[in-house]
């Protein structure tokens, strides 16, 4: 594929190839030396219609290690504010030499429409409810670092599912890998049908993580409840906040991941936020090493990777 647009459209040999090429990335960013010459001459525009600061700054120092030349379009300093559409805007940008568009957006298939426009290669940073697959990988890439295969684990995803991207590629990407994924959250906050894919839906948090080795809790997304909260932030916090008691029901070793930014106090308190469990820091630098590995991959290669 020119494109990463999803979880969804890589094989299991495609993700396996990514994230042993993420381990190398990150015995690059171990040395004291991180910069590498791979991309030199190569551009990299991070075009992003939606706030972030992992994936935004993640992408760009990925670039820069690797010597590619990196430029960040905030949409409200661009011509975007004048009117101008993701068409226009994307093909301005390839005109100026992009090999790659990083692009996050407030709507589902907006980087699938803008891959179809460019011949430049695009990558989705998160687009709308749908999904944000280089957060996947890197969850993926931290639980295997931690536990080894992911055949098997048992993977507790709670909070807001509805909202969340993060959710979606996580389903696609450990359901193909063979991992026992348990959704959970308020009936309000989970879409009928997922089982479809593959997944186990609970609405008791204790059932979610009984026994399970991974708990990856999600930040309720505020500025996407048009309706409202049901139930509120209190109660939600006292049905689906990841304490340290509720922990004490998962795995022995278990990991607890969240992509960031948290609501401390919400879905996760702070104790367990910084505690012996938690890899949300390692998560971040996962970051690094999985879209190094990814620009490697897609501009050091002609057409498939
Ligand atoms: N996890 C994540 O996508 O974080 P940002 O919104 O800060 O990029």
Request: hydrophobic letters at 40%.
């Amino acid at each position: 594929a020119k494109d990463l647009i999803t979880m969804e459209q890589l094989s299991v040999e495609e993700i396996e190839n990514i994230l042993q090429t993420a381990r190398e990335m990150k015995n690059v960013l171990k040395r004291d030396i991180k910069k590498i010459p791979t991309l030199r001459g190569k551009a990299i525009i991070n075009l992003f219609y939606e706030a972030s600061t992992r994936t935004r700054t993640s992408f760009e120092l990925a670039g820069k290690y690797m010597s590619a030349d990196v430029i960040n379009i905030s949409t409200s300093t661009s011509s975007v504010v004048k009117g101008e559409s993701l068409k226009d805007t994307g093909l301005t940008l390839e005109m100026m030499g992009a090999d790659i568009v990083v692009i996050r957006h407030s709507m589902s298939g907006a980087p699938q429409m803008l891959g179809q426009y460019l011949r430049a290669r695009v990558i989705n940073a998160g687009d709308g409810f749908h999904e944000h697959p280089t957060q996947a990988l890197l969850d993926m890439m931290t639980m295997k670092e931690h536990l080894g295969e992911l055949k098997g684990l048992k993977v507790a995803i709670i909070g807001d599912i509805l909202h969340s991207r993060v959710a979606r590629s996580n389903i696609h990407g450990l359901t193909k890998m063979g991992a026992q994924v348990w959704l959970c959250g308020p009936p309000t906050l989970i879409p009928h049908g997922l089982e479809k894919l593959g997944v186990k839906v609970t609405y008791d948090i204790n059932e979610a993580l009984q026994d399970a080795q991974v708990v990856m809790m999600l930040r309720i997304q505020l500025e996407r409840q048009k309706a409202g909260l049901f139930p509120t932030l209190r109660e939600y916090s006292q049905l689906f906040g990841l304490n340290r008691e509720r922990l004490q029901l998962a795995a022995k070793d278990c990991l607890v991941l969240h992509p960031g930014p948290m609501n401390r106090g919400i879905e996760i308190s702070g104790e367990v936020a910084d505690g012996l469990h938690s890899v949300i820091n390692e998560q971040v630098t996962h970051g690094v090493a999985v879209r190094m590995a990814l620009l490697y991959l897609m501009l050091g290669q002609k057409e498939e990777w």
